[in-house]
Every structure is written in structure tokens, then in C-alpha cells.
């Protein structure tokens, strides 16, 4: 189907590499949804499995719009920057290729970014829900309200919710925060939403949209070796959480923070010195240093044993 010259509420942006065999169920919950203003864009990251024969023959027959664009393998964060740039519409949903949408999902979507007085829409980033697992059950923790008006950062350290959430951005905010794409093959997506956080809001909602199926060899499954293999971007986000300005951080998970840093630092091979150049606040980092240091211990003995279990 051509795309229509008016453009769709949201933009579903898949950014997917070697899952053929998972998009099938996106595409399914695509179909079903109650509402029909969106669009579908994938980014394919250097597939070789067939996924673009797939998704254009959706494509040709789909009652609205799909846009495949294929580019060499450069990590989810590269494809994720790509598609936020193709899209057109005003919001934009990050669907990975082991999730899928509930049917009401997009049109719950747009009822609860409709809810923010227009007056009041410049200072919010988007809308978030829910995540549920194929059982039904909520993946983490549900918010403290049923509806609350907070930020990535507030929600997680003063209301402590945990787990993934359906964090649906308004595109420009997204084109103002791209993903940095000189520090690594992965960088956390909470690198952008702190960033995002430190100059909007999201209205935040119990409701489930988005199920999630973790695969075995997965992101999320394999976050430890990622980070690893990107140290540059995982101290990056470590040392900006620590020294985030305000935001009720308390000092024990600012001191969290900088042991992170310091963990990932000396995977980076970046010695001691040059992180106390880096670092705000250098007698909290000196205090976080040798718990950092243990971390690093830690995870070499636990990559070095998976590398000899293979």
C-alpha cells in the first residue's frame, strides 16, 4: 500500500536484525488493532534471513502504511536513529522484533496523548503503559497511580518501578536526542531517555499495550557482554546518571552510579587518573572506586567462564 499524503498519528518503528521468524506476530497485532492511524516502518540492521521479502510482500497488500529500509549492520541504536528520522508521525512507538501490541494499544495511545491540554503538550515527551508477559502477567512493577505525570528518571528513583515499560515519544523530541552513534555497537536506550527526562515529562498509565517475549539470545539476555563490548557507552550512562542535577537521587544510587562507571571505565582500559578528570563529583567517585573495581572483577570471571563453556 503507497503511504497517504496525510500524515499517520503514530509511527511503529521496528528496528530488527536476523528475526524473520518473530515479525510475523508484530505484523499480526498490527492488523488486529482497533484503530488504523499509524504507520510501520522497519529498519532492517544487515539481515540475511529473508526479512525483506517478507515485509514488502506485507507491504504490497497492507491496509496501512509499511516502509522497509535495509542498511548495513551497525547495532539497534544506528537503525533506531534511521527510523526515527523516516517517520511521519507525530509520536513513535520502538517495537522490537519478540514484542507485539495489544489490539487496543495504538488508539489507547492516542486517547491518553490527547488527554494532556494541548497548553501543556510542549512539556511532555509522550505517554507511557505497560509491558505484560505472554501470561498476562505485568512485567516489573506498575506505576503508583493510574495515571501520573512524572519523568524516566523520578519514576524509577522516587516511585522505584521497575521493568521495561511501553514508553511511546513524540518524534521530535526523538530528532532533538539521537542515539550517540560514536561510542559502541550498543548503547542503552536509557542513555536517551535520562537525557529526555532532564527536560520533559510522560504521562504515565496502568494500562497494558505492549507483551514481550525475551529471547534467549537477546539484548536483554545478553546485556552484560553488550556493555562490555561498548564500555565507552555504558560509562557514558553511568557517569550522567550520577550527576544528573537534582531529581531526588539519593547519594546511595548516585555512589551505585559512579561504581558503574568506574566497572566500565576499566573495561574501556581507561586508568584511574583520567577518570578523576572526568568525574563532578570526585570525592563520591573516589568512594565508589573499589566497589567499581570488584564489578570489574566480577564480570571478567563471569564473560571469561561463559567464553569457556562455548
Known amino acids: 500500500m503507497s503511504p497517504s499524503n496525510q500524515s499517520p498519528r503514530i509511527t511503529v518503528l521496528t528496528p530488527t536484525f536476523n528475526r524473520v521468524q518473530l515479525l510475523s506476530r508484530i505484523h499480526q497485532s498490527l492488523v488486529a488493532q482497533t484503530g488504523r ?41 544506528v537503525a ?17 522484533s519478540d514484542d507485539w501490541l495489544v489490539p487496543n ?58 521493568g521495561d515499560k511501553c514508553e511511546v515519544w513524540r518524534t521530535d523530541v526523538l530528532r532533538q536526542h539521537p542515539f550517540p552513534e560514536d561510542l ?11 537525557r529526555i527526562a532532564r527536560r520533559y515529562g510522560l504521562r504515565f498509565v496502568n494500562e497494558v499495550w505492549m507483551v514481550k517475549e525475551y529471547q534467549p539470545h537477546g539484548l536483554s539476555a545478553r ?24 531529581m531526588g537521587i539519593p547519594f546511595t544510587r548516585r555512589l551505585r552510579e559512579y561504581a558503574n562507571f568506574t566497572r566500565f571505565s576499566l573495561h574501556g582500559q581507561i586508568p584511574l587518573a583520567q577518570q578523576a ?30 567464553r569457556r563453556r562455548r
Do not use: M
Open 223 to 246: 546485556s552484560l557482554e553488550l556493555r562490555v563490548g561498548s564500555p565507552q557507552a555504558a560509562k557514558v550512562y553511568y557517569k550522567e546518571f550520577a550527576e544528573t542535577p537534582d
Open 105 to 162: 494499544a495504538l488508539a489507547r495511545v492516542g486517547y491518553w496523548w490527547g488527554s494532556i491540554p494541548e497548553a501543556q503538550r510542549d512539556e511532555f515527551a509522550g505517554v507511557a503503559g505497560l509491558c505484560a508477559f505472554p501470561s498476562g502477567e505485568v512485567v516489573g512493577t506498575r506505576f503508583p497511580k493510574d495515571v501520573l505525570d512524572s519523568n524516566s528518571i523520578e519514576v524509577r528513583v522516587r516511585y522505584r518501578v521497575q
Open 80 to 96: 533506531v536513529n534511521r527510523g526515527v528520522q523516516l517517520a511521519r508521525g507525530e509520536l513513535l512507538l520502538i517495537l522490537d
Open 184 to 194: 559502541g555497537s550498543f548503547v542503552t536506550e536509557g542513555l536517551v531517555w535520562n
Open 37 to 77: 492511524d499509524f504507520e510501520w516502518i522497519v529498519v532492517d540492521d544487515g539481515s540475511t534471513d529473508g526479512t525483506g521479502v517478507l515485509v514488502q510482500a506485507w507491504a504490497a497488500e497492507s491496509p496501512f502504511p509499511i516502509r522497509y529500509v535495509w542498511q548495513e549492520n551497525a547495532g539497534k541504536h
Open 277 to 306: 578528570i572526568e568525574v563532578r563529583f570526585k570525592g563520591l567517585w573516589a568512594a565508589a572506586t573499589p566497589i567499581g573495581f570488584l564489578l570489574y572483577l566480577r564480570d571478567r570471571l563471569k564473560l571469561g567462564g561463559q
